[in-house]
């Protein structure tokens, strides 16, 4: 990348007559791309410049993915009174699995401890991460994926740890249809997390949302957002919908950092395992 400059500082001076005055804009203007193409100064403040060659406006949106994360994170840990070891272990191989450097990490538990105080208001936060997201829908689903971890991080979902990711799945745009619909599938797959279905996961959520999950069958429905009495063409709609949602790429192109796609790669592999159920069940081809 760093090259950039002089190539087309080259190119100026021969489509431009061997001017060495083009020359001089094309290395500023090849400059100016190179710039770009790294992240910009905001991401190399943010630690998440020159990734795979993000533009700027989705590097922008990687350092307020990241702030925003673990503010919340700090918030939800702390809504039912006391941060417990089970949700600060989790908080530190989310910090593993990014691989941050020492800064970054510093800065990340800074975020979280701002997050766990008392008096923090939520409000202003969430607005700024609408604002940049507003194109990419798929990232707050991810961003409320990643604050259920947490929530259930000690075994299950505490009233106000619930309170609490209501009023922000509210501020996201979430409708309660909508935002129950979510956590039933998020609990869903997560009864078919490690590649085989584990029913006592459902525990966790401990029924905050209205729906339940009696065996596997149920919970692979569940995992997909659909009911049984759907047909099968339906159900295949479904399952490529979420497919797309948690596809890597898409998600890297909308601002997602490269180090955070494991858990939408551990949740399209759910979604596959949950589906071959379905479709063994119904002999679905």
Partial sequence: MKFIKYITAILFYYLFGHSFFMAFIGLLVGSFISFKL???LIGQLS???NVGGITGIKTERQSIFFKTAFTL??????????VSEQEIAHVEQFMTQLNMSATHRKQAIAYFKTGSTSNYKIDSLIQEFNQATATSPNLKQMLMIYLLRVAVADGKLHQNEASLMHDIAQQLGYSEQAFAQLMAMVQGQDQFAGGSYQQGR???YGGQTGYSSQNALDAAYQALGVSKDKSDAEIKKA?????REY???KLMGQGLPEAMIKEATERSQEIQI?????KKSRGMK
């Fill in 38 to 40: 790294s992240g910009g």
């Fill in 47 to 49: 630690g998440f410049g």
């Fill in 73 to 82: 994170m700090g918030k939800i840990a702390k809504a039912d009174g006391r």
């Fill in 202 to 204: 459902y525990n966790q």
């Fill in 239 to 243: 399952y490529r919908r979420l497919v």
């Fill in 247 to 249: 596809h890597p790429d």
């Fill in 274 to 278: 949950a589906y071959d159920m379905i």
